[in-house]
């Protein structure tokens, strides 16, 4: 595929640093989600023609002139979006859908929150709960006002500030006292036992990031009556199969609401791959909200 446009992910830094090393056979080259125009096709592979516009899931390789896909995590342009802006959605997006619709199974009617709103997966989850559970009530914690305040337009019922609030206390407040059903978050250890405490019986802990480090003890005794559940899981290092697992879910459930306007992508800015050095500063100190998409050609 010829690469229009890629975008970044938290997890682009971490790589660079050399934290967080490509699965392997995947490409040594940044990058996990791309748009372009395909310019050679596999034998085999149905449903695809050359010369069609795409965006898609990558282990890898996204920050490059050319990248070669696994057909199976190829998305459609969702209609009336372009290549640049399609090049924001593949990674929020099938990390939004396999984590809080099918590991999480959201239900509609239940209370949903996401840490860090205002980021690349958080303005899409805010969205896509939405979108897709109507009735669900959706908090979101964020750093500034100004954040906060963007979250709330993009939907959110409730933001709260993690700097100046008790999240737990706020959740419950938001929740009648009941909690949350469905927690998305990016903190790991340094949240883990508040996470549970903001939870409802039931409730389900969805672990996708390590921002605030990996070890912590957990009260399992606080867990059992609650029947509280804990995920924690990575798109990247799946097997093929279960990532077009993912963007077949995703495409069928998100990418209709895409397509409405109901889900809208969110881009701070765009840069071209040369300036590839301040988009990760931006990222880096979290001046964005929602993605930074590089554009290639
Ligand atoms: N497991 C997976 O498959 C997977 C896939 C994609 C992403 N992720 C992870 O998901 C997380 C978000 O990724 P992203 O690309 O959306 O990154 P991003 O745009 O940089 O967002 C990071 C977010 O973290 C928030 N944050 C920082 N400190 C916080 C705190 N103390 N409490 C609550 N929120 C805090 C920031 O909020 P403010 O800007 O308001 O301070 C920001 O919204 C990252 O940890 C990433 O590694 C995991």
Not at 131 to 148: E, F, I, N, W
Not at 209 to 236: C, D, F, W, Y
Request: hydrophobic share 45%; proline share 5%; glycine share 12%.
């Amino acid at each position: 595929m010829e690469v229009a446009a890629t975008a970044l992910n938290r997890a682009d830094l971490m790589q660079r640093q050399g934290f967080y090393p490509p699965p392997p056979g995947a490409s040594e080259i940044i990058g996990l989600e791309c748009s372009g125009t395909i310019a050679e096709i596999a034998d085999g592979v149905t449903g695809w023609s050359v010369g069609d516009q795409v965006c898609c899931l990558l282990a890898g390789g996204g920050y490059a002139e050319q990248v070669l896909v696994p057909a199976g995590q190829l998305l459609p342009i969702p209609a009336g979006l372009s290549l640049v802006e399609a090049a924001s959605l593949p990674e929020v997006a099938c990390t939004v859908w396999s984590n809080v619709f099918d590991i999480g199974a959201l239900r509609d009617g239940e209370t949903f929150l996401v840490h860090g709103g205002a980021g690349g997966i958080g303005t899409m989850a805010i969205q896509a709960v939405r979108a897709l559970r109507p009735a669900s009530r959706v908090l979101c914690t964020a750093g500034s006002p100004a954040k906060l305040a963007r979250c709330r337009e993009l939907g959110a019922h409730a933001a709260i500030s993690y700097k100046d609030e008790d999240f737990v206390a706020r959740s419950k407040e938001e929740s009648d006292g009941r909690g949350v059903d469905v927690l998305l978050d990016n903190m790991g250890a340094k949240y883990l036992a508040r996470n549970l405490d903001a939870l409802a019986l039931d409730g389900r802990l969805v672990i996708i990031g390590l921002q605030g480090g990996a070890k912590a003890e957990i009260n399992l005794g606080a867990m059992l009556p609650r029947r509280l559940s804990v995920h924690a899981t990575t798109l990247r290092g799946r097997p093929k199969e279960q990532k077009a697992r993912v963007v077949a879910g995703t495409r069928a459930e998100l990418w209709p609401a895409i397509a409405a306007g109901r889900i809208r992508p969110v881009i701070d800015c765009v840069l071209p791959l040369d300036d590839v050095a301040s988009a990760h500063r931006s990222v880096e100190e979290s001046s964005h909200v929602g993605k930074v998409v590089l554009t290639v050609r």
